[in-house]
């Protein structure tokens, strides 16, 4: 295996294989979501519109 | 986000939780003879809160993907076939970078360029010489693509919805078609983890 800018580079016979792995997981540790369960999917497919402003405020500084 | 609320939070760990659970997934590149890049557009029209529209294309040289990009727009387009048209419009101008870049590196001729899209009036329309009223605001985008097109270095052609994989940059997927779209798009498990 092979690391070019973060992406992990992976090589057999007539094929290339990246990937993010490291990162992922480093993404995760900042946030301490490691444990979280895993999804399958990145939205709930029964997702509806929603008025966002009728939800409670969230504090900016927890991901920025 | 100038006002993040608790819904916008939940959506945004949803997205951790997906990454998490597709840590072992990666992008599979196989070798191919003839270097042919495929293109594919698709937009959601207004499917925002605010109407907007979301679209998205994905470019591959034969197996993996190699150039996708989706966004909100940023003004409202009155149509949907309007609003293809105008990704149409950015994915040509990915293709045409997209093709110096692989004229220059192998110093090869290349076959025409197909964009799927699954509008067919977005089509006739990179087609048709015919101008109509309603199209006089986005004219330049109709020259430009029209331009390419009779140029014969890309082309829009349909395809099904079902087999429209950009669909996956511009809207929320059941499960069966959102695995196969990304298997489709090179996104597979790893045989090394």
Same mark, same amino acid.
């Given at each position: 295996? /092979?690391?070019?800018?973060?992406l992990e580079?992976w090589?057999?016979?007539?094929e290339i294989? $990246?990937?993010? =792995?490291?990162?992922?997981?480093?993404?995760?540790r900042?946030?301490?979501?490691?444990d979280?369960?895993p999804m399958a999917?990145?939205?709930?497919?029964n997702?509806? #519109?929603?008025d966002?402003?009728?939800? +409670?405020?969230?504090?900016?500084t927890?991901?920025? | 986000?100038?006002?993040? #609320? @608790?819904?916008?939070?939940?959506v945004?760990k /949803?997205?951790?939780?997906?990454? /998490?659970?597709?840590? *072992?997934?990666?992008?599979?590149?196989?070798?191919?003879?003839?270097?042919?890049?495929? =293109?594919?557009? *698709?937009a959601d029209?207004?499917?925002?809160? *605010?109407?907007?529209?979301?679209?998205?294309?994905?470019?591959?040289i034969g197996?993996?993907?190699?150039?996708?990009?989706?966004?909100k727009? #940023?003004?409202?387009?009155?149509?949907?076939? +309007?609003? %293809?048209?105008?990704?149409? @419009?950015?994915?040509?101008? %990915?293709a045409?970078?997209?093709?110096?870049? $692989?004229?220059?590196?192998f110093?090869?001729?290349m076959?025409?360029?197909?964009?799927?899209?699954?509008?067919?009036?977005c089509?006739?329309?990179? %087609?048709?010489?015919?101008? /109509?009223d309603?199209?006089?605001?986005i004219n330049i985008?109709?020259?430009?693509v029209r331009?390419?097109v009779q140029?014969?270095?890309?082309q $829009?052609?349909?395809?099904?919805?079902?087999e429209?994989?950009a *669909?996956?940059?511009t809207?929320?997927?059941g499960?069966? #078609?959102?695995d196969?779209?990304? %298997?489709?798009?090179?996104?597979v498990?790893?045989l090394?983890?």
């Amino acid at each position: 295996m /092979h690391y070019f800018l973060g992406l992990e580079v992976w090589k057999q016979k007539g094929e290339i294989f $990246l990937g993010q =792995g490291s990162y992922a997981i480093e993404s995760l540790r900042r946030f301490r979501m490691e444990d979280f369960r895993p999804m399958a999917m990145p939205m709930i497919t029964n997702w509806k #519109k929603i008025d966002a402003s009728e939800y +409670k405020d969230v504090d900016p500084t927890l991901y920025r | 986000m100038a006002e993040p #609320k @608790k819904a916008h939070w939940e959506v945004a760990k /949803h997205v951790l939780k997906y990454l /998490h659970g597709t840590i *072992d997934y990666e992008l599979l590149y196989t070798r191919s003879r003839d270097i042919r890049l495929n =293109g594919f557009t *698709d937009a959601d029209w207004a499917s925002s809160v *605010d109407r907007k529209s979301t679209s998205g294309y994905y470019f591959n040289i034969g197996s993996g993907m190699t150039s996708w990009c989706n966004r909100k727009h #940023k003004s409202i387009a009155l149509s949907s076939s +309007k609003v %293809e048209y105008m990704v149409a @419009k950015t994915a040509f101008c %990915e293709a045409i970078w997209l093709r110096r870049l $692989l004229v220059n590196l192998f110093r090869r001729n290349m076959e025409a360029t197909m964009i799927m899209c699954d509008n067919q009036s977005c089509i006739k329309l990179s %087609e048709n010489p015919v101008f /109509h009223d309603r199209l006089k605001h986005i004219n330049i985008q109709c020259h430009f693509v029209r331009d390419y097109v009779q140029r014969g270095a890309v082309q $829009l052609s349909y395809t099904p919805t079902g087999e429209q994989v950009a *669909d996956i940059l511009t809207k929320v997927l059941g499960r069966t #078609k959102f695995d196969y779209f990304r %298997e489709k798009m090179g996104m597979v498990k790893s045989l090394f983890k």
